[in-house]
């Protein structure tokens, strides 16, 4: 299949995000806002808009990939319980930026979207979940829904239907484990946000024990689009398999890190080499994430690769979250490999022990390998935990952390050897943290920067102090 042509690609998801104003609902309304809600509502039966979704092959873009309609159609159609709709806006995953692009600048498109999703799947109670950091975001969805309320596109009788929609936005405490879907759901019941065992899933049982549709931010935003111009418009983008248009995160060592929408199936080194610039100080690529940090790393050699979901699952790795991790010849991958083990042991919720134990022993063995102290048998039992952890646990963090430990060690076995070989003593290259370019994977390092921000949540001086990725779109 021939990479997607990305130039002359008409942006859908941001085609108005970096316009002043388009946070608001004039600027919303002045641009075709709400008119594929309108048309969901009025022109159709639920059942229809899940047969256009499920035609569309609209993939759920939080992470898993998951096919939106036919997730939809699990729902069950008799039940007497109240049905929720609940968009995951927690956003937490290191190299992953991208829905926030769209809470901050266009907040009316995911509630439009979730009219569409909440119609189709008979929800007339639905929760934003937004990631606690995310002040500007809380604020900017909050202000919508008000907007949104005031112009009766919430609450009763919309498009004079008998319809009816009720939209609460939720923040988290900064948690990454809450924005796995189950554990995301245990949180907004009040309680610890621990993940359970699936199935059942929740389109079945959900929040509160009832059917509950999940979906990611980027998802959501798809279906207006969809509705108003069609599945096979749709289709035709990228991949017939997994299409549409998809927003890319680039963070690291490039001349131009920040968010994309690109069609799916475009070159992942038309992305790194045209869209961000290039890798920066006329250096070469060593290493790249394609998917946020829970993806398998690709070497330097594999990275001729179209950006869509069956192609990168194919390859070894996946399409994720979507951040485009890049690091260049000169990092140091124990470092990059120790900064991932420290933050996936932090957010360990504990419940399973290969996850609970397994992500703390990546931590330390990594650790003692980064501070000159490691053996050469570490590098196997590295390999080993990680076989322990895959498919072992109630949720994927434990696989999350194994993949890019083990890909990592075993791409880059040599680079290991060698500074075990050293050991104590050597010189090292310091890995850039505060402000450095690998910020989206010291995930640690932005969380203190941004935990700063909650200290202040809603005054103009915090928001203010928001960090920004640079380059494609950027505040
Ligand atoms: C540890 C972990 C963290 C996750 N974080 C997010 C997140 O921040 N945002 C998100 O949309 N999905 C996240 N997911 C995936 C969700 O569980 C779920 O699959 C997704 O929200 C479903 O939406 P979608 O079908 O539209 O992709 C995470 C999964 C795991 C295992
Ligand atoms: S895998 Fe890890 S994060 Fe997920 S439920 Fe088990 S202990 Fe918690």
Redesign the pocket.
């Known amino acids: 299949m021939p990479y997607a042509d990305y130039k002359t690609f008409e942006k859908v998801l941001t085609r108005h995000a970096d316009q002043p104003g388009s946070h608001t609902l004039d600027f919303y309304l002045g641009h075709g806002g709400y008119e594929g809600a309108r048309k969901a509502v009025t022109q159709h039966t639920p059942d229809q808009i899940i047969d256009i979704v499920k035609a569309s092959n609209l993939r ?7 096919p ?1 309609g036919l ?1 939809w159609s699990f729902v069950p159609k008799g039940s007497a319980k109240p049905k929720y709709l609940v968009v ?1 806006a ?4 290191p190299g992953t930026f991208k ?1 926030r692009v769209l809470i901050e600048r266009d907040p009316h498109a995911i509630i439009e979207g979730m009219l569409i999703a909440a119609y189709a799947n008979g929800a007339r109670i639905s929760y934003i979940y937004i ?1 606690g950091e995310f002040v500007k975001g809380y604020c900017r969805l909050v202000e919508a829904v008000k907007e949104a309320y005031q112009k009766g596109f919430l609450g009763q009788k919309i498009f004079g239907a008998d319809f009816s929609l009720e939209v609460t936005v939720h923040r988290g405490a900064g948690a ?2 809450c ?3 189950t554990g ?1 759901l245990s949180s907004l019941e009040g309680q610890r946000g621990l993940p359970k065992i699936k199935p059942p899933f929740p389109a079945v049982e959900g929040l509160f024990r009832c059917p509950t549709v ?4 980027e ?1 959501i935003a798809n279906l207006q689009h969809i509705i108003l111009r069609g599945a096979d418009w749709y289709r035709s983008i990228g991949p017939e398999k997994g299409p549409g248009p998809k927003l890319l995160c680039v963070s690291g060592h490039v001349n131009r890190p920040g968010t994309y929408e690109v069609p799916l199936g475009i070159n992942l080194l038309d992305l790194i080499d045209d869209l961000a610039g290039g890798i920066w100080k006329g250096r070469k690529v060593k290493a790249v994430i394609p998917g946020g940090s829970s993806a398998k790393v690709l070497a330097a050699h594999e990275l001729n690769l179209s950006m869509d979901f069956d192609t990168l699952a194919a390859a070894g790795t996946m399409l994720g ?1 979507g951040g485009v991790i890049v690091m260049d010849e000169t990092t140091d991958m124990v470092s990059a490999l120790y900064n991932l083990m420290r933050f996936y042991h932090h957010e360990s919720c504990g419940q399973c022990t290969p996850c609970r134990e397994g992500t703390g022993w990546l931590e330390k063995i990594v650790g003692r390998i980064y501070h000159g102290r490691g053996r050469m048998e570490d590098l196997d039992l590295l390999l080993n935990i990680c076989d322990q952890m895959v498919g072992k646990t109630i ?3 434990a696989d ?1 952390a194994a993949f890019p430990c083990e890909s990592i060690v075993k791409k880059f076995r040599p680079e290991f050897e060698e500074m075990i070989r050293k050991g104590k003593g050597h010189e090292r290259r310091v890995f850039p943290v505060a402000g450095g370019p690998l910020i989206q994977i010291g995930a640690l390092s932005r969380h203190n920067q941004e935990r700063r921000e909650e200290q202040h949540p809603m005054k103009e001086s915090a928001l203010k102090r928001a960090p920004a990725p640079v380059g494609g779109l950027h505040d």
């Open positions: 759920g873009r939080g992470g898993a990939g998951f939106c997730k995951n927690d956003e937490s995953e829905d990631r990454y484990i924005g796995e879907e995301l999940v979906n990611n931010v998802t979250s949720c994927v963090l999350a």
